[in-house]
């Protein structure tokens, strides 16, 4: 709304700006032409330090990608208060994380994409999962013709990320024949999780080739379908799991805990289509069988659809209905959510709360962290809840940031104007 009154206008400004948490600035777009996208969070709890990864790219587009990169946030704390503070240290560049030698026959190069970790508490190991694919291979080459390049990969590391496993490829060994069937997937992007069972879950999506009633492949023609990759044995095998029974893509995943202790394993995903985002519940653990998927009308899709980022958390204990639960353990779930706000556009990212997540209409309105152009992002919880973006003031693709932020900053600010 136009004021004629600037004083007034530049108050709304100030106030708008104070609204929005605090960024730091982990990974900027280059003079001489590099893009970071595809912000990946992960808190390792034993180490109070936040990793943050992303796609190094000489250009925007996807099949530019030449390597995965990785921040460093350790938490300081203030020794003279509750307080304390993030040191960022410098990017490093995961050379392992790889499959081929960049620089030798380009048919032999494999360039890694969507970054999603996953940590194991048992073993103490964090799992780096990725895709890579051949060479200059893009996504909508792939799905034209029918024809995967695409590979599941992981690399691995014991001691929080200061070293790094040489790459895994997992393609035959999980995947195996049924990759046949699949235009090309990939995994998250976003992050990975370990439910109180002690199965892991990496997101992933795949596009699956239509077949005619001669059962023809039909290579043009093929649809996207979330489901997860998990593993019962502490990460050293993995499995397929079943997908979900509705077009959706990119996802991430989060364990609700209920009043009753019941466990089950929520999926976020994007709609292919925009408009909103695709929810589904797991209530089995056989083969991680989502049932009966759904539209989540208060969440909002982005145009053609946007990547979003899930978590999940033990219910505050200052909250009225958990003032009895002492340990985080006997509290039930929340979630929280980020997406751009926007209709039409990859503007206004914003936060969603549901306090009652097993209801779809249990979303709250969002609180905009960032009010510019914004895309990809991914939550993590530590000390704070961490928020990791793509952001900028032109184009989201001009810098992936940093936010942290409390519970309570989400529900006071969800009820400011935007």
């Known amino acids: 709304v136009y004021h004629s009154n600037q004083n007034t206008l530049y108050t709304e400004a100030v106030h708008v ?12 777009r280059g003079y001489c032409g590099s893009v970071y996208r595809i912000p990946s969070l992960i808190y390792l709890t034993d180490d109070q330090s936040f990793l943050a990864f992303a796609e190094k ?22 020794a003279t208060s509750n307080n304390g503070s993030i040191q960022w240290l410098d990017m490093v560049e995961l050379t392992t994380a790889v499959l081929g030698c960049n620089g030798c026959c380009p048919c032999c190069y494999y360039r890694p994409m969507c970054p999603c970790p996953v940590y194991e508490k048992n073993t103490r190991t964090l799992f780096l999962f990725f895709i890579c694919i051949c060479y200059k291979t893009s996504e909508s080459c792939q799905k034209r013709m029918g024809k995967n390049k695409a590979r599941l990969c992981h690399v691995t590391s014991n001691d929080n990320g200061q070293t790094w496993s040489e790459a895994t490829d997992l393609t035959e060994s999980v995947i195996g024949d049924q990759v046949a069937s699949w235009a090309t997937f990939a995994v998250g992007p976003g992050h990975g999780i370990q439910m109180t069972d002690g199965k892991l879950v990496i997101p992933a999506y795949a596009y699956n080739i239509q077949k005619s009633c001669f059962c023809i492949p039909i290579c043009c023609n093929v649809l996207p379908y979330s489901f ?15 997908q979900i029974h509705l077009e959706s893509c990119e996802c991430e995943m989060a364990e609700i805990i209920d009043q009753c202790r019941k466990s089950h394993l929520y999926c976020n995903a994007r709609n292919p289509k925009g408009g909103c985002r695709v929810e589904a519940l797991c209530e089995s653990s056989a083969r991680n069988a989502f049932g009966m998927p759904h539209l989540a009308t208060k969440l909002v899709d982005t145009g053609g659809g946007c990547q979003g980022s899930v978590i999940g958390f033990p219910a505050p204990k200052s909250h009225p209905d958990e003032q009895n639960a002492d340990n985080k353990e006997d509290r039930p779930t929340w979630l929280l959510y980020s997406h751009p706000t926007d209709k039409s556009k990859r503007i206004k990212l914003g936060i969603y709360l549901n306090r009652s997540p097993l209801n779809p209409l249990g979303w709250e309105e969002p609180w905009i962290i960032h009010h510019g152009p914004s895309g990809y992002s991914d939550l993590a919880l530590g000390e704070n809840f961490g928020c990791l973006m793509e952001c900028g003031s032109k184009s989201e693709l001009e810098e992936i940031a940093f936010v942290q932020f409390s519970i309570e900053q989400v529900t006071a600010g969800r009820d400011e104007p935007n």
């Open 17 to 28: 700006k104070k609204m929005e948490p605090v960024r730091t600035t982990l990974f900027k």
């Open 228 to 242: 997860a990759f998990y593993s019962d044995d502490n990460g050293m095998t993995w499995k397929v799991g079943e």
């Open 57 to 78: 790219r000489s250009s925007e587009r996807d099949e530019d990608t030449e390597i995965l990169v990785m921040r460093k946030g350790k938490w300081i704390q203030d």
